[in-house]
């Protein structure tokens, strides 16, 4: 009774002050987050052109064209080609080089995990126009290839559909991997080493330890590198517009490209329907967040 006529009591003072350090990160991310995530759902129900917008009739109506836009629905096969064809690559590339890197008998690596990190350093507009001269008509790889004989002619690399989204998952593959290598190194870090002597002495070979050992112990990392990776990828949007510039004819052209071309790259753009778009692409990034957590979740 006395300490309550003194004041609050410690547990208030702490809640009290959890409060006033939470409240002004609240605000700012309610401002900053979830307040354009409405206005973003609120647009879309809109049609029209620039500030000259009018709820539609149907509400629906930017949601049903999206699915009879056939580049809209290019666009998604593209996003969807890259994130399966090249987010696994770059992720078990990752764990394999931070495997190398962390072998405590290795000599020079701290100069070996700068050099697989560094592409990550380069900015992303900057290397999408150096892989754009390298894989140019008359570029360092057709001349490479030329001079060891191995094609007979400059190959077009960048004006053919299959040979534009390879170059883009290269690229992206390139950029990425030291990135993701840098979260599995410090997982493994955080693994003791009599874990391994004790798989050691189990019987464990090396590809045994590593995929009964490791891989578990990994797996919260290799969640949130999943969730990071394909969140990046559905929202790929430099390399599509330095690289090929979505060509030739929007075959590698993304989700986020085209969004963009239509809100600003044509004049005064379909607010209403790129609004759409970008929400239809934050339920997908959501979505798949969720069962990334889920299929790691190894809670009973």
């Known amino acids: 009774m006395e300490n309550k006529r003194k004041g609050m009591t410690l547990a208030n003072k702490q809640l009290a002050a959890g409060w006033a350090f939470l409240t002004p990160a609240t605000v700012l991310i ?5 307040y354009p995530i409405i206005q973003a759902f609120i647009t879309s129900l809109k049609k029209g052109k620039g500030v ?5 009739d149907p509400l629906t109506y930017n949601y049903t064209r999206m ?7 290019q666009s998604m096969k ?3 080609f890259y994130l399966i064809i090249e987010v696994p690559i770059m992720l078990v590339l990752a764990i394999l080089l931070a495997q190398l890197l962390n072998n405590k008998d290795l000599k020079f690596k701290g100069l070996f995990r ?5 592409p990550c350093a380069t900015s992303l507009v900057s290397y ?5 001269s390298m894989f140019a008509t008359q570029g360092l790889v057709n001349s490479v290839l030329m001079k060891l004989g191995l094609i007979s002619e400059n190959i077009n690399f960048l004006g053919t559909p299959g040979t534009a989204k390879a170059v883009i998952i290269i690229a992206l593959i390139w950029r990425w991997t ?3 290598m840098v979260f599995y190194l410090a997982g493994l870090q955080n693994i003791e080493y009599s874990v391994y002597e004790a798989a050691k002495i189990d019987g464990a070979t090396g590809w045994k330890t590593f995929w009964y050992v490791t891989v578990p112990l990994l797996k919260p990392t290799i969640v949130m590198t ?3 990776s394909i969140n990046g990828t559905l929202q790929l949007f430099d390399e599509s517009m330095n690289l090929t510039s979505g060509g030739p004819a929007n075959s590698t052209i993304t989700m986020s490209h085209y969004i963009y071309n239509q809100a600003f790259g044509q004049g005064v753009g379909a607010l209403g329907y790129t609004s759409a778009m970008a929400f239809l692409v934050f339920i997908m990034v959501a979505i798949l967040a969720f069962i990334n957590l889920k299929v790691g979740d190894t809670r009973d």
């Open 226 to 228: 999943a969730i990071m």
């Open 52 to 56: 000259n917008t009018v709820f539609a």
């Open 67 to 73: 699915f009879q836009d056939s580049i809209f629905i």
């Open 114 to 118: 700068t050099c697989i990190f560094l």
């Open 128 to 132: 999408s126009i150096i892989f754009k």
């Open 30 to 34: 309610f401002i900053m987050s979830f």
């Open 78 to 80: 593209n996003t969807f």
């Open 178 to 180: 030291g990135y993701n």
